[in-house]
């Protein structure tokens, strides 16, 4: 199977990449390494391009030639898209519609998207199943379900199959790849580096609807929701796939302060932490019921426990000397 990965200099495109590259699929990478350095995916087949720009979208697909293009490329900091919101409906909305429109013209009509739990914002249940309001706190999460919904309308118009990944908290890391995020926003990384630089690590409130009264969180290992990308990518090639969303975590939620007591138990170290109100867009408690991607695909968190997340992401880190 050929793949196309746009995004794929990214920490979760590069972990797919690696894992399905590893299954002996062929795979490409397509980014403007606005982000990262080419030198991060050397060990796969690059093209340098702008989701945005439909000529250079164009011209990859046309080269490849996959059969499955996965897509990541998008911009993915919840409290950025609530202060600059253009920036996420032009890359997120105007680079998706521009991406599949290069597809449709090329003759590619399958896709896997790279979607989020932030469609659900506050959710009605909890474990949220695929069937839950979506109801999006932050642009961010706003765009990925516009995106969705698009992909449902193309679908029936246009025979566009797509699987869309609702994933929850990606964490953790491969042996080759981590969390590198510019101005990184999320917490396991952001814990690391306070404790590993003697900084003390913002906290943002303490007065939400939880046992300990902060936010809550399913985490899933970046290697368990690449296989869910894979799987979805030979679902759609093996069998007629009417487009779909699928949750991705693992059923159990972990507080901030756990994961900041986990990161203590990992190193050895204490973390100094200083308490702010809440991020503007936060939902209090976010779970998945992923049932239906276990049931329908097979799919397993094998490595989604938070001790073993930690484990791997503090290695990468520690290595990397931050």
């Not at 996965?70 to 409906?89: C, L, N, T, V």
């Not at 869309?164 to 995020?181: L, T, V, Y």
């Not at 929701?225 to 990518?233: I, S, Y």
Request: proline share 5%.
């Amino acid at each position: 199977m050929k793949i196309l990965i746009t995004g794929g200099a990214g920490y979760i495109g590069a972990v797919a990449a690696e894992l399905l590259q590893a299954n002996g699929h062929s795979v490409t990478i397509f980014d403007h390494f606005n982000s990262h350095s080419p030198a991060k995916t050397a060990i796969f087949p690059t093209i340098v391009g702008d989701i945005c720009h439909p000529e250079e979208m164009e011209k990859a697909l046309i080269e490849v030639k996959p059969d499955v293009v996965m897509h990541f490329a998008a911009s993915i900091q919840m409290g950025e898209s609530m202060r600059d919101p253009r920036k996420y409906y032009e890359n997120n909305v105007r680079g998706s519609r521009v991406l599949i429109e290069a597809m449709i013209r090329s003759g590619i009509n399958k896709l896997v998207f790279a979607s989020t739990a932030g469609v659900y914002g506050n959710p009605v249940h909890v474990p949220i199943p695929e069937n839950d309001p979506k109801e999006p706190e932050n642009p961010y999460g706003d765009t990925k379900l516009g995106i969705e919904r698009l992909l449902k309308w193309y679908d029936q118009a246009y025979d566009f199959r797509s699987i869309s990944i609702r994933f929850f908290n990606a964490a953790g890391a491969s042996e080759k790849f981590g969390e590198d995020h510019q101005n990184e926003s999320h917490i396991i990384p952001r814990v690391i580096h306070a404790q590993q630089t003697g900084q003390e690590f913002t906290l943002f409130g303490n007065d939400y609807p939880t046992p300990d009264g902060t936010c809550v969180r399913d985490y899933i290992h970046v290697l368990d929701l690449a296989e869910a990308f894979r799987l979805a990518a030979e679902k759609l090639i093996t069998s007629e796939v009417i487009t779909t969303a699928y949750n991705a975590g693992t059923g159990h939620g972990y507080s901030n302060l756990e994961i900041i007591k986990m990161v203590e138990k990992v190193s050895g170290q204490p973390v100094r932490v200083k308490h702010e109100a809440r991020r503007p867009g936060d939902a209090g408690t976010l779970v998945a019921d992923s049932t239906r991607l276990q049931t329908e695909l097979g799919w397993s968190p094998t490595h989604s426990d938070l001790e073993s997340i930690v484990r791997s992401a503090y290695a990468w880190h520690t290595s990397r000397k931050i």
